[in-house]
């Protein structure tokens, strides 16, 4: 007598259940006449001010969408029951998947590109605000899919090296949570830390102000209420007491600031020290965005000091050039302006890009602006010839390059939605010296000064550390108890301070100061 195979009987057991899933469809079609004719005389016998027939389409509409929703249900259980089935001959078979189970690595690629497109409506939608802000409880909720471990690889690409991010890395470096920074009503964009004393934090959010933060303290020190929009940068002066920011109103404001620093209090143990390993469980838990108050004792500055209004859309970003003299605009007129600080004239417009722009730095010690756009490139513009000013355009991403910065010494690093980062040289920029491939889009990015450090914040609420080959570091902690609970925006180093070295924002409302022992990073690599 022919014996069944294990094969066959689970294609025929799979085969029954979508028979009688299908059945359980056409059961209720059947009934939806008699359910439309039953609300018909339940509205029929309701008092309201639409005439009937308005109320019956309206009735119309809403049973096709529970149609739609209840047809979407029944195919998500037998998709769920087939992938258990696909588990069951699986594990039959010994073969088994590390780091994630089939059915999250089966539909994250499917789930990855609509996330991605949702994310950028978002981002658009947010930093293009002008009017009053928006209601708190309207925030992305972007990513959401656990990481998919599967072994390391690299490939030598044409000059560069193509390094994987999901290679497994086994760094036992301590990356612990110190202090969360929270005020804000909306998301935030950018941060940065003073290059002068005193040492402070600053925040640019959606909710169109930007926050001063004792970083050893976590407090409020100052709040500029200067725009009428989202404030989607800042940058302080490399010398003075002064904030650049840039805002969705249209204009970037100069403004001074005033600050005295709290006593420091002692350092409270948030969380607990936490191996930066990929391999640590960690739950992808959405907690409730509660209500937040913003610090009402917190001093506020309402009028800037200079206003710069020659863009005619949203102004992206904005930077200081080197020794603080002039500064640099990105816009969404696909233009960057370069100022003056002193008499506020328009000194050069920098035009070239054919969609609009995203992001713009300048060079630490050189005269040198790097534009990054949704054209998929990224200039680099050359001011250290007063009588000539090059541009150089590069072509490396397939998607919005979202930020390009400038390294200390002769390279850029740029990231883009594609979920790559490449690291490039300024004396030979044909192609990247290394390319890190990621699972998630990539937004504002930094390098730590000292050791070259690249952070990366990520729209799936994750931030990695690769170092300048492409080496993946370590991945920052995070759980339902602490760490991003929205995409995160941007990160910012500051490895001249001894609790916090670095910082990371996001739309979840919050700053975070991390400490990140470098040491063990390098020992590690």
Same mark, same amino acid.
């Given at each position: ?59 119309? *509409?809403?049973? /096709?969408?529970?149609?739609? =929703?209840?047809? *979407?249900?029944?195919?998500? *259980? ?11 001959? @699986? ?5 088994? =998947?590390?780091?994630?189970? @089939? ?13 991605? /497109? ?23 909720? &972007? ?11 690299? @490939? ?68 500029? @209420? ?55 469980? =960690? ?192 991945? *920052? ?10 995409? &995160? ?37």
């Amino acid at each position: 007598m022919p014996v069944e195979s294990g094969n066959s009987a689970a294609a025929r057991q799979a085969k029954q259940k979508r028979k009688s899933h299908s059945l359980s469809i056409r059961r209720t079609n059947s009934t939806e006449q008699e359910r439309s004719g039953l609300q018909r005389e339940m509205l029929e016998g309701q008092d309201s001010k639409l005439p009937l027939s308005l109320r019956s389409n309206l009735l119309d *509409l809403f049973s /096709q969408i529970e149609r739609e =929703f209840e047809n *979407l249900y029944i195919e998500n *259980l037998e998709l769920r029951r087939e992938i258990e089935t696909l588990n069951d001959r @699986l594990a039959a078979d010994g073969q088994t =998947f590390e780091g994630a189970d @089939l059915a999250k690595g089966a539909l994250k690629t499917k789930a990855s590109h609509s996330t991605s /497109q949702l994310s950028q409506k978002l981002k658009t939608t947010y930093k293009a605000s002008t009017s009053k802000p928006r209601s708190n409880s309207c925030h992305a909720r &972007v990513g959401g899919t656990r990481n998919f471990s599967v072994t390391g690889w690299e @490939l030598w690409g044409g000059d560069s090296w193509i390094v994987s991010s999901f290679k497994a890395t086994t760094s036992r470096a301590i990356c612990q949570l110190v202090r969360e920074y929270v005020g804000h009503r909306d998301g935030i964009w950018d941060l940065s830390v003073t290059r002068t004393q005193p040492v402070v934090l600053g925040t640019a959010s959606a909710d169109h102000t930007a926050m001063l933060w004792s970083i050893e303290t976590g407090k409020c020190l100052l709040k500029y @209420l200067g725009h009428q929009g989202s404030v989607n940068s800042i940058k302080f002066h490399p010398t003075e007491q002064m904030a650049l920011t840039a805002s969705g109103d249209q204009t970037a404001h100069i403004w001074r600031y005033m600050v005295q620093l709290p006593t420091p209090q002692p350092v409270a143990d948030m969380s607990q020290q936490t191996p930066c390993e990929d391999d640590v469980d =960690f739950s992808d838990k959405d907690e409730a965005d509660g209500e937040v108050e913003g610090p009402n004792d917190c001093p506020s500055v309402r009028v800037a000091t200079t206003t710069l209004r020659s863009h005619q859309g949203v102004v992206i970003a904005a930077d200081w050039l080197v020794g603080g003299k002039q500064v640099v605009t990105a816009s969404w007129d696909r233009a960057a302006n370069l100022y003056d600080v002193e008499t506020s004239e328009l000194v050069h417009s920098l035009t070239g890009h054919d969609q609009e722009l995203t992001h713009c730095c300048t060079h630490p010690t050189q005269r040198l602006v790097v534009t990054s756009s949704r054209d998929t490139t990224f200039r680099l513009w050359d001011f250290r010839d007063p009588s000539i000013h090059s541009v150089n355009v590069f072509q490396g991403h397939t998607d919005t390059v979202t930020s390009a910065v400038f390294t200390v010494g002769d390279n850029v690093v740029s990231g883009s939605d594609d979920r790559t980062v490449k690291v490039w040289d300024l004396k030979n920029m044909r192609s990247p010296i290394a390319t890190i491939r990621t699972d998630s889009a990539v937004n504002r990015i930094s390098v730590s000064v000292n050791q070259k450090i690249i952070a990366l914040p990520h729209d799936n609420r994750q931030v990695r550390l690769f170092d300048m080959s492409g080496v993946r570091l370590a991945r *920052l902690p995070r759980t339902n108890r602490q760490g991003h609970r929205r995409m &995160v925006c941007c990160s910012a180093w500051c490895e001249d301070n001894a609790s916090c070295n670095l910082f990371s924002c996001g739309f979840d409302r919050q700053a975070i100061g991390w400490n990140i022992n470098i040491t063990a990073l390098l020992q590690e690599k």
